[in-house]
């Protein structure tokens, strides 16, 4: 008998799992044995639509914790109703994941219907009836804040506001936000590519213990850029193991730190 989804939701392998906060308002903990397979949802992705842009920033972080943290095979597919050019589509959609940091989707869906899913990623104002089975997580509300900026955007700045704040939380977005992420990418890149000029150091267990609670407690990723500011402020951590930490954490968080390196910052 195929296994169905729901029965993963509280079969955590040895080393546990991460808790999201169900629809019902319960704690649920998500995991599988490593190596299996989670089939997770999300809508397509639209700049004009910048709820959209968060569900799909999320699931990411989601992908990322459970492949790079618990070793699962996660497969995603985007949920595009009315597509009558599934080729053409995906090209879109490929452009809008790459602007993020995200991996093209598995497979492209017309409803959700379609697939048989064991998470769905979605914004609130999207939400209904959940598909029995089915854990849903959905992100808070996107409210514009001021003109948005013209033309093709880099994305990463948006991606870090998004990550700013809990995945429920509702958040302004607007150009005052989107430039104070981009200073703190281009200062992040900058201090990754110095401190990638000095030797190689191991991370302090204490901070990665910290930084692994906080993704396993519903997705903290506000949690975790606390702990990457303090690191860089801290004077007890070395340039080494700082290179170290900033570099393994992008690998959930995804925001290109490394950018910069051997481009000739000192």
């Given amino acids: 008998m195929p296994e169905s989804a729901s029965s993963a939701w509280a079969t955590p392998g040895a080393g546990g799992g991460v808790r999201f906060v169900h629809d019902a308002g319960d704690p649920v903990v998500f995991g599988r044995p490593p190596g299996a397979t989670v089939r997770m949802c999300v809508p397509a992705p639209d700049p004009a639509a910048p709820a959209t842009l968060r569900a799909a920033v999320a699931a990411d972080v989601v992908r990322r914790i459970l492949e790079d943290r618990y070793g699962l095979q996660v497969f995603t597919t985007v949920v595009r109703p009315g597509v009558d050019a599934p080729s053409r589509e995906r090209a879109v959609l490929d452009r809008v994941f790459r602007a993020l940091w995200i991996p093209g989707p598995a497979h492209v869906a017309r409803s959700f219907s379609e697939v048989r899913a064991h998470l769905l990623v979605e914004p ?39 990550l700013a704040a809990g995945l429920r939380e509702e958040i302004a977005l607007g150009p005052d936000q989107l430039a104070e992420a981009a200073a703190t990418l281009a200062r992040w890149r900058e201090r990754v590519a110095q401190w990638g000029a000095e030797a190689s150091s191991r991370m302090p267990e204490t901070v990665v213990r910290k930084a692994y609670a906080a993704l396993d407690d519903d997705v903290g990723t506000p949690v975790l850029l606390g702990i990457l500011d303090r690191v860089e402020a801290d004077p007890e951590i070395g340039d080494g193991a700082k290179f170290e930490l900033f570099v393994h954490l992008d690998r959930f968080l995804g925001l290109d730190l490394p950018r910069c390196l051997g481009s000739g910052h000192r």
Avoid at 127 to 134: D, N
Avoid at 135 to 158: H, N
């Fill in 124 to 162: 609130a104002k999207d939400r209904g009836p959940a598909p029995e089975g089915v854990l849903r997580i959905v992100v808070g509300p996107v409210v514009p804040d001021g003109q948005a900026p013209a033309g093709e955007p880099d994305l990463l700045p948006t991606r870090l506001a998004f």
